[in-house]
């Protein structure tokens, strides 16, 4: 089975350690729970230039290096590449792409993987959803409901991680939300041997 599934905050706790860098650079106080939308500007009302300059900046720290896992991230990734094909599907820009491809050589010995950008919010012209259709994806990981929705629409069965920015997301007969890696490791073994 080919499965797809975002970085950022699916496999990797992104927001949190970004917002840590974000509070000491602006001296504000955000914490996780105040994000009612993954949109740093909507959240901040700082102007996208400025929040593009943040992330990029933050991109070359060494905190974006050593971003942590997700509980029960690593482990049900070396499990489900025992038997499928993983994809990584993230938004991050083309340029963090050496930098992404060694965090994942340095924490994934076999290497079953493939990763790729859709970078769509950086100018890059397809869609996690479109990236999905072309590689076949049977099942999809993810912690954005825009991106999330227009995987399920494409039909493709996508697993939305339940994070802050995602509590009041859509309904979609191919979209289920779930609580964690131990919950969802459990619902793709269910779904990959009902198939």
């Known amino acids: 089975m080919k499965i797809g599934i975002d970085i950022d905050d699916v496999v990797v706790e992104y927001m949190k ?6 509070n000491k650079k602006k001296g504000t106080n955000y914490i996780l729970e105040d994000f009612f939308s993954y949109s740093v500007m909507k959240v901040t009302g700082l102007p996208r230039e400025e929040i593009k300059s943040l992330i990029f900046e933050f991109g ?6 050593n971003l942590a896992f997700l509980p029960g991230a690593k482990e049900s990734i070396i499990s489900l590449e025992n ?23 340095k924490n994934f010995s076999k290497n079953n993987f493939e990763v790729h950008f859709s970078g769509e919010k950086w100018g890059i012209l397809k ?3 479109e990236i999905c259709l072309d590689l076949g994806i049977g099942f999809m990981v993810e912690d954005n ?36 890696w131990g919950e969802l490791i459990n619902l793709i073994g269910e779904e990959i041997y009902a198939n």
Request: charge should be positive; charged fraction near 30%; aromatic fraction near 12%.
């Open 17 to 22: 350690s970004y917002l840590e860098f974000h």
């Open 60 to 65: 070359k720290t060494e905190e974006m290096d």
């Open 127 to 129: 869609t996690k959803g």
């Open 83 to 105: 038997n499928n094909k993983i994809f990584f599907i993230t938004s991050r820009p083309i340029s963090s792409k050496k930098q992404t491809n060694s965090f994942f050589d």
């Open 145 to 180: 409901e825009d991106y999330a929705l227009e995987c399920a629409e494409k039909g493709i069965k996508t697993f939305l991680i339940d994070r802050p920015w995602n509590k009041n997301s859509p309904e979609h007969k191919n979209l289920k939300k779930v609580g964690g």
